[in-house]
């Protein structure tokens, strides 16, 4: 095993399940309620009771969008070995994913300007995994062909690292030998692009990137 990390839950609540938007969405609607009952002329306590209505129903659906943020990071867990990456995610039913690197063909580096990251694999071969049932653990709108993605890590540099110098010895090359860019940066409009040169990919293996259930060992 050469790292192991986890989610941000922090980073997972706002950039995995939205809940800056959700938290406009309703403060929204409790101001678009305020001004329609204003309009219409009804007493001013029905509207204050109004929307503190829908302010309070907005606030549950915050609190348990944290939780379930606070639940996908403690029950995920990213592995890096010498020869895969592991990924073990699921609340209810765990669930281990091992994408050995001989099928990674790039991986794509996301960081966002709170000093998160996402890194995404495309995988080469026959890939019998969902989208759905990866998710958030997937890069999203890849609905054809999965790409597994270790979502939203605090310390992702150590994560890139680590994974460069993997890919590079599975593939069998020195750092002399190293090309651009398996590991690269993909620019958002709210994120800070970087780059992380590393080697090509290594030669495809059809076949065996699937799901086990078993719980991930080291190479």
């Known amino acids: 095993m050469l790292w192991q990390g986890r989610p941000a839950a922090?980073?997972?609540?706002?950039?995995?399940?939205h809940m800056?938007?959700?938290a406009a969405y309703f403060a929204l609607l409790a101001g678009w309620?305020?001004?329609?009952?204003?309009?219409?002329?009804?007493?001013?306590?029905?509207?204050?009771?109004?929307?503190?209505?829908?302010l309070a129903v907005g606030v549950a659906c915050l609190l348990l969008i944290a939780l379930m943020g606070r639940l996908i990071s403690r029950t995920s867990l990213y592995t890096i070995t010498t020869k895969r990456f592991v990924m073990r995610y699921g609340i209810a039913l765990?669930?281990?994913?091992q994408v050995p690197f001989t099928v990674i063909t790039s991986a794509d580096v996301r960081t966002y300007s709170d000093g998160s990251a996402d890194i995404a694999f495309a995988v080469s071969g026959e890939n019998p995994l969902n989208h759905y049932h990866l998710w958030p653990h997937v890069r999203a709108w890849r609905l054809a062909k999965a790409q597994p993605m270790m979502r939203c890590l605090g310390d992702a540099e150590t994560a890139v690292r680590v994974?460069?110098?993997a890919l590079q010895a599975s593939a069998g090359q020195s750092k002399s030998d190293v090309a651009p860019a398996l590991?690269?940066?993909t620019p958002t409009a709210k994120s800070q692009q970087r780059e992380a040169p590393a080697t090509t990919g290594a030669p495809a293996v059809d076949g065996i990137f699937a799901p086990n259930h078993a719980t991930p060992a080291a190479a």
């Open 33 to 54: 309620r305020f001004v329609w009952l204003w309009q219409a002329g009804a007493p001013f306590p029905e509207i204050i009771m109004s929307s503190a209505t829908i």
């Open 10 to 17: 922090w980073s997972v609540t706002r950039h995995a399940l």
């Open 163 to 165: 994974l460069r110098l």
């Open 94 to 97: 765990p669930v281990t994913v």
């Open 20 to 22: 800056h938007l959700i």
């Open 183 to 185: 590991v690269t940066a």
